[in-house]
């Protein structure tokens, strides 16, 4: 049944959502579905009897010539190029799999903040074999996690390009990134707080004078802290970056050329533009210890980014 309800809504992604439009939707999506049941009862299988109903009341053309949607001149305006269209089970596939992404990188960073911990705590206690040892395991367990990542964030390389989503599917996505837009504050929030406390070890340090060993603790302390903020900055955002690029390039229906081709400039730029915002993000906090401020990157970026993909 979902597969027919994705096909119906892919066949009227391209059409006026008109109250006729969308009544004429219900009554073919009904019909369909009868005739569904209908060969299934017959003994046909699942498979057999979705082709078979496609098949008979799949024919979208027969409808844009009843209620004359398209002209002539509007068809030539639109591009070749047939892009692929998403419906709410890849959406749930891609979700799921983002998580996953931003549950890695953000565990890989934190691994690799605890092995300069590590390192900083041992020399402080005169054992820098153990701390060398510690530091490479845990840098090779974050690069694991870091290549894990890119492994399964490879397989939706493609939302970086243009791609039609339903109508329906759209409607979903807003839902859910409006569920979790108060887990995304709470999770930015705390991630800022954890930065900013996390300098509390080195004005511990300051004010009480306990020597060099004392120090490295403060300054190890400084990093899990530091490390649990990064985590919660990057899962929170890669869930809430993932919903924002589906209903950003996301587009409603198949496009012109011109508007395929002013898509696929913004996302050239933004391929090179966002990784240097993270790149400023992370030397700003760790070389220069502004954590607590450099988060302000983020809302300058997309403010910056509407100069080139207003939509």
């Not at 401020?293 to 300058?300: C, E, L, Q, R």
Request: with cysteine; hydrophobic share 50%.
């Amino acid at each position: 049944m979902d597969t027919i309800k994705n096909y119906v809504e892919t066949m009227f992604i391209n059409l006026p959502e008109t109250p006729e439009m969308m009544q004429l939707k219900v009554d073919i999506l009904a019909n369909m579905e009868d005739k569904f049941e209908e060969l299934i009862g017959e003994g046909m299988s699942e498979n057999a009897a979705i082709g078979q109903v496609i098949s008979e009341f799949g024919n979208i053309e027969e409808v844009l010539e009843e209620f004359n949607i398209r002209d002539e001149d509007e068809q030539d305006e639109l591009s070749e190029e047939v892009l692929p269209t998403i419906d709410s089970h890849e959406v749930e596939k891609i979700m799921t799999a983002k998580r996953g992404v931003g549950l890695k990188v953000g565990l890989g960073v934190m691994a690799c903040c605890a092995g300069v911990g590590i390192l900083v705590g041992s020399n402080a206690n005169g054992n820098q074999g153990i701390g060398l040892a510690g530091l490479f395991l845990m840098a090779a367990v974050g690069v694991a996690l870091f290549i894990l990542g890119g492994f399964q964030n490879s397989k939706y390389e493609y939302l970086e390009k243009p791609f039609v989503m339903t109508g329906g599917t759209r409607r979903e996505v807003e839902k859910q990134k409006q569920a979790f837009e108060k887990s995304f504050i709470v999770s930015i929030t705390l991630g800022v707080v954890l930065c900013i406390l996390s300098v509390i070890p080195l004005i511990v340090t300051a004010i009480n004078e306990g020597g060099e060993i004392y120090e490295q603790r403060m300054v190890t302390i400084m990093f899990f802290i530091a490390s649990l903020g990064v985590f919660l900055f990057i899962y929170a955002g890669v869930i809430q970056g993932t919903y924002t690029l589906l209903l950003e390039k996301g587009l409603m229906k198949q496009p012109t050329a011109k508007e395929l081709k002013k898509s696929k400039l913004a996302s050239k730029i933004d391929a090179v533009f966002w990784p240097i915002v993270v790149v400023i993000f992370f030397i700003w906090g760790f070389v220069f210890d502004g954590f607590g401020i450099s988060w302000i990157v983020f809302p300058i970026a997309a403010v910056l980014s509407n100069i080139w993909d207003p939509d």
